[in-house]
């Protein structure tokens, strides 16, 4: 498949800082930039034509360590960032929306909220939480995701209460009484959403866990971000990969760094190496989480 895009400023990165005002893409690689007499020349008789009336084409962004299965996972949920929910009403409001949506057996889910920016200035607890959703489990994860927020049916569920200590690696939101607030950092929060994460993905079949890659390379695309190396990659991932490979709704160069637990797995199947043009399995991955400040 060949495109050809003019009426463009192709920033080119060459020596120089020149721009080009076309180029031409075959089977999703860069095969000629230039001026549009000669990219046309470099092009097949069948070639697609996009005029882009000036904009600014730019190198893709490659993104060296993310975890493109969270982005696809969290993005199913509320989305709970500043500003599109600004205040700790609106993020109620939203919870309450997802758990419509979320099925039995899953906890509801929201996201990407900055204490700072709330109109509030503060973390939600596990009252504010609890008024959105009553009868069940419910986490609202930081954006930095080193914090979570839990109403107290997710606390019980967890397995937290009230007068136990910090657990080493991480420490639990307190109220004036020592009552737990909800909001648990680091290290709990990790195992936490790691568990509901893989429990997930689990429950889900084939055409939905594609989906939830889907949402994920949809996600970096609007960012520009053409490839990306996933820091994370697990035996359900890697499934989840393939199907939306297969699918064709895989937008991005995946370079799957593989959990050091999961290594026997991937050599007893035979699935160290390139499995397509988007989709590479080669080395092990071995690290720590932490934040500081």
Do not use: K
Request: with cysteine; glycine share 12%.
């Amino acid at each position: 498949m060949e495109l050809v895009i003019e009426d463009a400023v192709v920033i080119t990165m060459g020596p120089g800082g020149g721009t080009a005002q076309a180029m031409l893409v075959r089977d999703g690689r860069i095969a000629a930039v230039g001026d549009p007499a000669e990219v046309r020349a470099a092009a097949g008789p069948g070639a697609a034509v996009a005029r882009l009336d000036g904009a600014t084409v730019v190198p893709g962004l490659i993104d060296a360590h993310c975890h493109v299965a969270d982005i696809g996972y969290l993005a199913a949920g509320a989305d709970c960032s500043q500003p599109s929910a600004p205040d700790i009403p609106a993020i109620q409001a939203r919870l309450r929306e997802a758990r419509a949506r979320t099925p039995e057996g899953s906890w509801v889910t929201g996201s990407g909220y900055v204490e700072y920016r709330l109109r509030e200035n503060r973390h939600p607890t596990r009252a504010d939480l609890d008024r959105a959703v009553p009868d069940r489990p419910a986490v609202l994860y930081h954006t930095s995701l080193h914090a979570c927020v839990l109403n107290s049916a997710a606390l019980r569920a967890a397995g937290f209460a009230d007068r136990q200590p910090d657990p080493p690696g991480g420490a639990f939101g307190r109220d004036r009484d020592g009552r737990l607030d909800g909001v648990v950092f680091e290290g709990p929060m990790f195992a936490l959403f790691e568990r509901n994460l893989r429990e997930d993905i689990t429950r889900m079949g084939a055409a939905e866990r594609a989906r939830l890659m889907a949402r994920a390379s949809q996600h970096l695309a609007a960012l520009g971000v053409t490839a990306a190396c996933d820091a994370d990659l697990r035996r359900d991932t890697f499934a989840a990969f393939a199907e939306a490979d297969q699918a064709g709704a895989l937008h991005q160069r995946i370079y799957g760094l593989v959990v050091h637990d999961q290594v026997d797995w991937l050599l007893a199947e035979g699935l160290q190496g390139r499995h397509s043009g988007r989709l590479v399995t080669l080395n092990v991955g071995v690290r720590g989480h932490g934040a500081t400040g």
